[in-house]
């Protein structure tokens, strides 16, 4: 079975445009998440959704960022008004069971955004 | 907020010698520790964990030590292969809140 996909791999965009960033998480895992990974930074929680839970947005660093998943499936990332330091690599992840970490994450390979 | 921190962004080793990988944790609610290991250009993979019952947990060549009175825990290689040049993070987890640290990168010389 494929792992988690996501697109586009690298996107450069200018300050002030909007992006939008997708993740195919692993068919069956109920739980995904976003991470975000600065130069020289640990992995920077984003938002987790759950089956039909209400997503936990905690992680959201400011109201530019947003992210839905649609069908308990695909889900988006989506950035308003660009700024230079959301230049990162954004990374989503799939677990079976969220919530217990007996399940690992399982990446995917990430989305390298650069502001300019 | 640190609460996962390794103090070593870098870390060489002679191939066949063992890779010693630290990590440290501030929060006493962590109750599951994983180590996962990330190539340029791939998301991390799952390498092993240890729940905070245990204090030790082996795979293979790698296995986790965790000190739980010393809120640290330890990722041994032996031994160290020059596949397994790579950067590996730490990651500690309170059901589904899961925190990584900056990550160390290793280098195994042949």
């Known amino acids: 079975g494929a792992g988690v996909s996501q697109s586009p791999s690298n996107k450069v965009t200018e300050k002030g445009k909007d992006v939008e960033l997708r993740c195919d998480p692993i068919s069956g895992h109920t739980a995904l998440y976003w991470y975000r990974q600065s130069l020289g930074q640990g992995l920077e929680f984003l938002i987790y959704?759950?089956?039909?839970?209400?997503?936990?947005k905690s992680g959201l660093p400011s109201d530019r960022f947003s992210a839905e998943r649609t069908g308990g499936s695909v889900s988006t990332l989506t950035i308003q008004r660009t700024q230079q330091e959301d230049s990162a690599v954004y990374l989503c992840?799939?677990?079976?069971?969220?919530?217990?970490?007996?399940?690992?994450?399982?990446f995917g390979n990430g989305t390298r955004l650069t502001v300019t | 907020d640190q609460q996962v921190k390794q103090n070593s962004p870098s870390l060489s080793v002679q191939e066949g010698r063992i890779s010693i990988l630290n990590c440290d944790y501030t929060?006493?609610?962590?109750?599951?520790f994983l180590w996962y290991k990330k190539y340029p250009a791939e998301g991390p993979t799952f390498l092993i964990s240890?729940?905070?019952?245990?204090d030790k947990n082996e795979d293979g060549r790698f296995t986790v030590f965790l000190n739980k009175s010393a809120k640290h825990l330890s990722l041994h290689i032996v031994p160290s292969q020059p596949g397994d040049s790579a950067v590996y993070f730490c990651a500690a987890s309170a059901g589904r809140d899961m925190r990584f640290g900056a990550g160390t990168r290793l280098t195994v010389k042949p």
């Open positions: 959704f759950q089956g039909n839970s209400a997503p936990d």
């Open positions: 240890i729940s905070s019952i245990k």
């Open positions: 929060n006493s609610m962590f109750d599951y």
């Open positions: 992840a799939s677990s079976l069971y969220g919530g217990q970490f007996s399940s690992p994450l399982h």
